[in-house]
């Protein structure tokens, strides 16, 4: 095997793993938490989760980026920056916020939720898309 060969590979495994660990904190805790756990205690974990394993996804997406470049997959490594940088902006989704709720209305915290969770799946199938491009060196 040549290098470049090693370096679709090392870009498609890494944009995998991405997108299984993004599938993982996005739905299969997500369902496990609202499952068994009270709406709070779910919906605590679930943000922890997404804002923990972000970094890692992250991270994996780029080394595929990287490993994406030199192997001359350039449309691969553009589609796996950008979910890197999708999977980082949970972090901020899920950032506390510093504002208050205006007097006698209560703070709705849900919609960060359901924006980082839907933000987790879309990018977890770009990251998808980017390893397949990486297997067949696009």
Do not use: Y
């Not at 805790?29 to 756990?37: H, I, K, M, P």
């Amino acid at each position: 095997m040549d290098l470049i060969s090693i370096m679709h590979a090392v870009a498609a495994l890494c944009a995998g793993g991405a997108a299984a660990s993004g599938w993982t904190a996005a739905v299969i805790v997500a369902n496990s938490a609202f499952d068994g756990l009270d709406h709070g205690r779910a919906d605590r974990m679930l943000r922890k989760v997404i804002s923990a394993t972000a970094g890692f996804q992250a991270a994996l997406l780029g080394i595929a980026t990287g490993a994406a470049l030199l192997s001359n997959a350039r449309a691969a490594a553009i589609v796996a920056g950008v979910a890197a940088l999708g999977f980082l902006s949970n972090v901020w989704t899920l950032a506390p916020r510093r504002d208050k709720a205006p007097e006698g209305l209560k703070k709705k915290n849900s919609t960060q939720r359901v924006v980082a969770v839907a933000l987790t799946l879309l990018m977890t199938f770009v990251a998808l898309t980017a390893g397949i491009m990486a297997a067949i060196g696009v």
